[in-house]
């Protein structure tokens, strides 16, 4: 086994990474593939994903820099004697407040590299002084230009909750990446990206020759690790780790090719050596959730969502669909997907268990009015189902329902759909992470559930009286079977019927029935 190198954590600059011995998983064959294959690229993946350091490593290639290099693919696949001027913008950094803001921050981008390239401003707008720069540039070395924008959509997705300003950005942003298709004599590659993808009409109008490889199979795995990555580049750091926790928790983000892990969360389980949600508690998605409950979205089916690829490249200031904000963010990812003539369809899915976790733990604190709801009976919930602990578990519902104040539910808009109590109970067991099958959703007032944990199976039917009058919870379960699938298994089955009151607000019914293995 090689030896143990430094983790990159948070390092966006392959020099860095090259020169000071860290681990590197060589992405030169997909940049000089994208190189050959075009001229204009758009690239949406979620944030901390490897996006930046990508862009980087374009940058490195074109300005000829071989010794950084050295053993990997572009080495002796790519033309060193030729070397191109790069612009490289990035609004990662800091948070834009306004149109005005953005505009200092475009001058300042471009005043750095006026000052590198000895050119003095003519022009007062921001696109007149870029398409100078890529003029002088191309005047200047006898090349074509190379222009790498990062984050491109950051400016706008930081006001994206005050639609004025928002929209002020994206137009200011427009003006400005609408040289690019005027200046196309002069440029060599473009490539842009970012955690959305805005509608070509709001941002792109002037720039309809973007290839956007979001979706493109073959670049699925451009950001991200592998699986092979894992078991060859970073196998000195396996040792000790559950390599099926690790795939489970982490791995499964898909853009209709190869699946992949995101970066951040592997790296830092290799340093702390703990399963923990990393990824997701760089960011909580508290505009996500909010609308998630504005738009009494049923949870069950989160995990479960089709849409077409118009609707998740339907995005604009006005314009947010529940599944493009999740894909596009990284909270949903493509399981399954099919092309007819002129359109292309997904089925999504949550990527792996710590999103499925995270996002559920999250949204229940909304669903109740406050996360330390929640927060203090989740772990109970899993001590409970180590224990196989079927009566413990009926109290702590009745507990957990009990503690959500009859203040907020009497107020709450969102206590009064039909889908609330369902996605409540569904949430308190996905937000732990659990083995959870759903059999039945097709109505919100009833959720039947597979919970495969601890060598055990439980099959819920958690059902609302008043939405649901019809039968005993625990009958309808016996009578739909769904404990003959999992006989197979060997392991104990608890069939339990648990009935929910709307007007008591807790549970009125809680019927068990165990099934012990066949011998």
């Given amino acids: 086994m090689s030896a143990r190198k430094k983790l990159p954590i948070g390092i966006q600059s392959l020099r860095e990474i090259r020169e000071e011995g860290h681990y590197y998983v060589d992405k030169t064959p997909h940049a000089l593939r994208l190189i050959e294959q075009g001229k204009y690229f758009f690239l949406s993946r979620p944030r901390r994903f490897g996006k930046s350091l990508f862009l980087d490593t374009l940058k490195e290639l074109f300005e000829g820099h071989r010794e950084l290099f050295q053993g990997l693919y572009a080495d002796s696949h790519w033309d060193w004697s030729v070397k191109s001027p790069v612009l490289r913008f990035s609004f990662g950094g800091g948070v834009i407040q306004d149109a005005t803001d953005l505009q200092s921050r475009l001058d300042s981008h471009l005043q750095r590299y006026e000052s590198q390239w000895h050119l003095t401003p003519v022009d007062q707008s921001h696109p007149e002084r870029f398409r100078s720069l890529i003029q002088h540039l191309a005047a200047q070395t006898g090349q074509r230009v190379v222009v790498l924008i990062d984050e491109y959509d950051k400016p706008i997705l930081d006001r994206i909750e005050d639609r004025v300003r928002a929209a002020e950005i994206r137009d200011a942003l427009k003006d400005f990446y609408s040289v690019l298709k005027d200046s196309d004599p002069y440029l060599r590659f473009v490539f842009l990206t970012g955690v959305s993808k805005f509608s070509k009409v709001s941002l792109f109008s002037g720039l309809n020759n973007l290839n956007d490889i979001t979706v493109d199979a073959g670049y699925s795995d451009i950001c991200g690790y592998t699986e092979a990555d894992v078991d060859s580049v970073f196998a000195p750091e396996l040792p000790g780790l559950d390599r099926e926790q690790i795939r489970a928790w982490y791995n499964g983000y898909n853009w209709c090719g190869t699946s992949v892990y995101n970066p951040f969360d592997?790296?830092?389980l290799f340093q702390k050596r703990i399963l923990r949600p990393y990824w997701f508690e760089t960011g909580t998605p508290t505009?996500?959730?909010?609308?998630?409950?504005?738009?009494?979205k049923f949870t069950p089916l989160l995990g479960h969502t089709f849409a077409s690829e118009q609707l998740l490249s339907?995005?604009?200031?006005?314009?947010?669909p529940t599944e493009a904000l999740m894909?596009?963010?990284g909270y949903l990812t493509i399981d399954r997907w099919r092309a007819i003539p002129g359109r292309l369809e997904f089925q999504l899915r949550y990527p792996n268990l710590e999103v499925k976790a995270s996002l559920n733990s999250s949204l229940l604190g909304a669903l109740c009015g406050s996360p330390s709801i929640p927060d203090r009976h989740i772990s109970q919930l899993?001590?409970?189902l180590m224990a196989a602990d079927v009566p413990g578990m009926q109290a702590l519902f009745h507990a957990f329902f009990a503690s959500i104040p009859h203040d907020w539910y009497r107020n709450n808009p969102i206590a009064q759909y039909e889908g609330y109590w369902a996605s409540i109970f569904y949430s308190y067991f996905a937000a732990l992470g659990l083995d959870i099958r759903l059999e039945d959703v097709t109505n919100q007032g009833r959720i039947d559930m597979a919970v495969l944990f601890g060598g055990q199976v439980y099959l819920f039917e958690f059902k609302v009286v008043e939405l649901v009058p019809e039968g005993k919870a625990l009958a309808q379960l016996q009578a739909k079977n769904y404990a003959e699938k999992y006989r197979a298994r060997g392991e104990p089955i608890h069939l339990i019927g648990v009935e929910w009151s709307r007007e008591g607000r807790n549970i009125v019914?809680?019927?068990?029935?165990?099934?012990e293995?066949?011998?």
């Fill in 266 to 268: 592997l790296l830092l």
């Fill in 287 to 296: 505009f996500l959730v909010k609308l998630l409950t504005e738009r009494r």
């Fill in 314 to 320: 339907t995005f604009d200031v006005d314009n947010i």
């Fill in 327 to 329: 894909f596009q963010a």
């Fill in 382 to 384: 899993y001590d409970l």
């Fill in 509 to 515: 019914a809680f019927e068990v029935q165990h099934l």
């Fill in 517 to 519: 293995p066949a011998v």
